[in-house]
């Protein structure tokens, strides 16, 4: 498949990574001629330097025989009009842009994207995403993510096993002898910088990052279970109040309930402009590694601190700071991978990571099959696909345990006759149904070929 991918910078040069990885043939479009050499240097595309909006650009970067254009270019109005161009003259049949500003978002502007205004299939809003990532974990203290699926009615969560873990050396097989009310599966292990899925014999050792599924009414649970009873944050300090900020804040005073935030913004034009925007937030002009503000902002009994400025360092050493004067658990942004391996000797309890977020719903446009949901783990060591059972399936019609999958994928949850299913070995999927898979990224391909009809792409 022909793809382009519009702008060079950090999730760019990611989203070509992955698409470059999979054999894709891939152009990338910056108008920056050091962006576009260095990404041809270190992976294996085609780069043409000029704007991804104009037509001669992307008539040059292979338009025409396009599949699949991807525009993120730092600029909303580019990435539109690029989206614009591709449809007009070259046809090209998946369109997706990155759109960070809110007033395009609105719901009373909902018709500006459709086919016959502007004609973008997907569109990306990293703040918006960033925003429920947060949620998700404020609502499941303990875990570092939460992946909803079904329509919300299960969750893939990742959480750390720590020494004091009640079931660590505990073969998985006897888990369900110890907890049978327990509708949860344990699907992935994240080891020594390698992901497994596991065998019914395996072991969970302290150390590990495990990936369940659950019902999403039976996370709390479950994470009892893992050793994490964190209770739900009611004292929150956001620090930064940009346009993810704001919209962390936003989502909380929509959520309502007995949440008390308060926003710290080093700007203070900015943080006269969040304080107008908000009605329960307390905003806070200030830096938020200066201890005093910290203090004012009443960090010593804050439960969390949501780190989401735009300079990643200020963030974990934010995230650092507040921990030592008292808060109980920091979420940290963070855009940089190679910061992940300090999380721990940090003490940073989550990171959020906005480019994964950005990537897998790219990949969901990239995958073929009836693929309806998937979400990226790991930094693409694995996937987490929800896709529908065809009856030419392999998976349909016999019990699972009558299944030969491959090592390194794992059923995870299914939804047929109205009910969500955490399969055993006797569960039957029926055609028709939704189902929630786990899998390696070295099988991903064989996934998409259990959910694939011949001569149809989706």
Aim: charged share 25%; aromatic share 4%.
């Amino acid at each position: 498949m022909r793809a382009i991918v519009c702008g060079a910078g950090m999730v760019g040069s990611n989203i070509a990574r992955q698409l470059a990885a999979e054999e894709n043939d891939v152009v990338v479009i910056d108008s920056s001629p050091d962006l576009v050499r260095k990404i041809t240097d270190t992976l294996d595309v085609q780069g043409v330097v000029g704007f991804a909006s104009h037509p001669d650009v992307l008539d040059r970067a292979g338009a025409r025989d396009a599949e699949l254009v991807v525009a993120v270019t730092h600029s909303d109005e580019v990435n539109m009009i690029a989206c614009q161009v591709c449809h007009s003259l070259f046809n090209v049949p998946v369109k997706i842009a990155r759109v960070r500003s809110q007033s395009y978002l609105k719901p009373m502007w909902r018709d500006l994207f459709s086919r016959d205004n502007l004609p973008i299939d997907e569109i990306i809003s990293p703040e918006m995403e960033v925003a429920k990532s947060v949620l998700r974990r404020l609502k499941a203290p303990g875990a570092f993510e939460t992946l909803p699926f079904l329509d919300g009615k299960v969750q893939v969560v990742g959480v750390r096993l720590d020494d004091d873990c009640p079931v660590v050396n505990t073969p998985l097989r006897q888990l369900t002898e110890l907890f049978p009310d327990l509708d949860a599966r344990v699907i992935g292990i994240w080891r020594e910088d390698a992901m497994r899925v596991p065998k019914a014999d395996d072991q969970l050792f302290p150390g590990d990052e495990i990936y369940f599924c659950s019902r999403s009414a039976m996370v709390p649970r479950t994470l009892a279970v893992f050793g994490h009873e964190e209770q739900v944050a009611r004292r929150i300090i956001i620090m930064g109040g940009g346009n993810v900020g704001l919209a962390v804040a936003e989502a909380i005073e929509q959520e309502g309930g007995h949440i008390r935030a308060r926003l710290i913004e080093d700007n203070k034009s900015r943080a006269e402009f969040v304080a107008d925007h908000l009605s329960r937030t307390v905003v806070l002009h200030g830096d938020a590694l200066d201890r005093e503000v910290l203090e004012e902002a009443g960090v010593a009994d804050a439960e969390t601190v949501v780190a989401l400025t735009n300079d990643d360092e200020v963030n974990i050493l934010a995230s650092v700071l507040a921990k030592r004067q008292g808060a109980r658990r920091a979420v940290t942004l963070i855009n940089n991978e190679n910061y992940r391996s300090l999380m721990r000797t940090l003490n940073i309890d989550t990171f959020i990571n906005p480019r994964a977020t950005t990537v897998s719903k790219i990949l969901q446009h990239v995958r073929r099959g009836r693929i309806k949901a998937l979400r990226s783990v790991q930094d693409g060591a694995a996937e987490v696909i929800e896709a529908e059972a065809l009856e030419t399936s392999s998976l349909t019609g016999k019990p699972l345990e009558e299944v030969s999958l491959p090592p390194g994928i794992i059923v995870a949850g299914v939804f047929q006759d109205g009910q969500v299913v955490i399969p055993r070995g006797d569960t039957v999927i029926k055609p028709g149904a939704r189902v929630v898979l786990f899998a390696t990224a070295d099988m991903v391909r064989k996934v998409e070929n259990m959910f694939r009809v011949s001569f149809e792409y989706f």
